[in-house]
């Protein structure tokens, strides 16, 4: 919903709870973000908060699936400087460790969730399936790749001169971060996949 910015999203997130309900639907799954709860003042968090809000608002039976640092990132944007420089490029410090998951395990625990109802309804799971720092994440690149790649930290500057949201974003994984329980996630669903099992299924080996 990007291209509706934030106040978008909202107004799609709200509608779309409101139509379940008029429908009468029994089980609403919805995806919102790790940490929209914890007052992240991250607009795009936000907006996903204020859907949950209104979704519990309704009294929908519902699920919440909150998400984690999307591995596919690594297949645009963040992944270029990999690609063409052998280097990862993110304005994080070295040791800031990050959760991550691959969007196809989203969509996994949505189907588990709707296999298992009475097991989730009610309940909202921060999701991910990995969580290594800067350094880490660079050398499994490097392990798979069979090439060095190196982490660099981004000036900070740099990406607020270009999008102030993103790094307030970072700024927030730096200093607070995602916190999902990925051992009870890989219990509840142990195909769960970390970054090098992507990384391999994803042909980003040499």
């Known amino acids: 919903m990007a291209e509706h910015g934030v106040g978008g999203e909202i107004i799609q997130g709200k509608l779309l709870a409101d139509a379940a309900k008029k429908a009468q639907v029994q089980h609403f799954v919805y995806s919102s973000v790790g940490g929209a709860e914890r007052e992240s003042g991250i607009p795009h968090f936000e907006s996903k908060w204020q859907v949950e809000k209104h979704i519990q608002a309704l009294g929908l039976p519902t699920t919440i699936l909150r998400p984690v640092f999307f591995m596919d990132n690594f297949a645009s944007y963040v992944g270029t400087p990999i690609k063409q420089h052998n280097t990862l490029l993110l304005p994080l410090h070295p040791e800031t460790r990050l959760q991550m998951i691959a969007t196809e395990d989203i969509g996994n625990f949505a189907a588990l969730v709707f296999e298992q109802p009475t097991s989730f309804l009610g309940k909202a799971l921060e999701i991910a399936g990995d969580e290594l720092s800067m350094t ?71």
């Open 136 to 206: 880490e994440i660079a050398e499994t690149f490097s392990r798979v790749m069979r090439r060095t790649i190196e982490f660099v930290e981004q000036p900070m500057e740099q990406v607020i001169q270009s999008s102030p949201e993103n790094a307030l974003m970072m700024e927030w994984f730096n200093t607070q971060g995602y916190q999902a329980v990925i051992p009870a996630l890989r219990a509840l669903y142990p195909s769960l996949l970390n970054l090098e099992t992507w990384l391999h299924e994803t042909g980003w080996q040499a």
